[in-house]
């Protein structure tokens, strides 16, 4: 009688149990964050950064674009502080004009800043020279306010003339990794989409201008870091 209450008692606790996963494993899948923050077994694998020799750190570069926008530039400026990281602005001249302390305060914490043109306009076939005054203007812009040249620029949309480069003496900066952060309000899923992607030296495209873009952009940096990676400007990725 006392056995059979044991299996019994044995039992009840499996069943407890698998309802208890069966109950707790949706809830998981659909949070982002505690998927990421409980590390999972891939993850779990990682060195810790702190035993990684030179050869093995990873590099990756953050950069932003559309801003500066008043709040979520200043949240994220705060985040990457905090964190001791560094990452690239592209802003529009339009914004810079705008916002020209949080300007300042990219170029005073170590950010490099690019130039989006003046008013995120797309380069065409009959929209040259429109295209080029922009460039010009906001890099005019750029240096009123940090005193310093603006030399590497991200195309609106990737559309690139290459004989601007010698024209203008800027550099462009594409990327390699797009987490299509400006489609979904989910942070979670842009930081996933970021994370399952990345390798070394990668460019990440992220923009300053949604809430859930700074939040996913901070997740990114918590997990990568753990994971190894280090964080630099774009020109380190392109030159060094
Ligand atoms: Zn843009």
Redesign the pocket.
């Given at each position: 009688m006392k056995h059979e209450n044991r299996i019994f008692n044995i039992l009840y606790i499996i069943c407890a149990c698998l309802t208890l996963t069966a109950l707790v494993r949706p809830f998981l899948s659909q949070n982002a964050i505690p998927a990421i923050a409980s590390g999972p077994p891939v993850a779990s694998i990682d060195p810790a950064p702190s035993d990684l020799t030179p050869a093995e750190i990873r590099r990756a570069a953050l950069t932003f674009?559309?801003g500066p926008h008043p709040v979520y530039t200043e949240q994220l400026l705060d985040g990457l502080k905090e964190r001791g990281v560094q990452a690239t602005f592209?802003v529009?001249g339009e914004h810079a004009e705008l916002h020209p302390d949080l300007i300042r305060r990219m170029r005073d914490e170590g950010h490099l800043i690019g130039n989006?043109t003046y008013s995120?306009i797309q380069l065409t076939a009959d929209n040259r020279e429109k295209f080029k005054n922009e460039l010009i203007q906001t890099n005019e812009i750029l240096y009123e306010i940090t005193g310093d040249e603006i030399q590497y620029v991200?195309p609106?949309?990737g559309s690139w003339d290459k004989k601007l480069e010698t024209d203008l003496n800027m550099f462009p900066v594409l990327w390699n990794v797009d987490p299509l952060d400006w489609q979904t309000a989910n942070a979670g899923r842009v930081a996933r989409a970021v994370i399952g992607k990345v390798s070394d030296n990668d460019i990440i495209l992220l923009?300053d201008y949604y809430d859930t873009s700074v939040e996913a952009a901070l997740m990114i940096v918590d997990e990568l870091t753990r994971q190894g990676y280090e964080f630099v400007t774009v020109d380190k990725i392109l030159f060094d």
């Open positions: 674009d559309d592209f529009t989006h995120h991200r609106p949309y923009h």
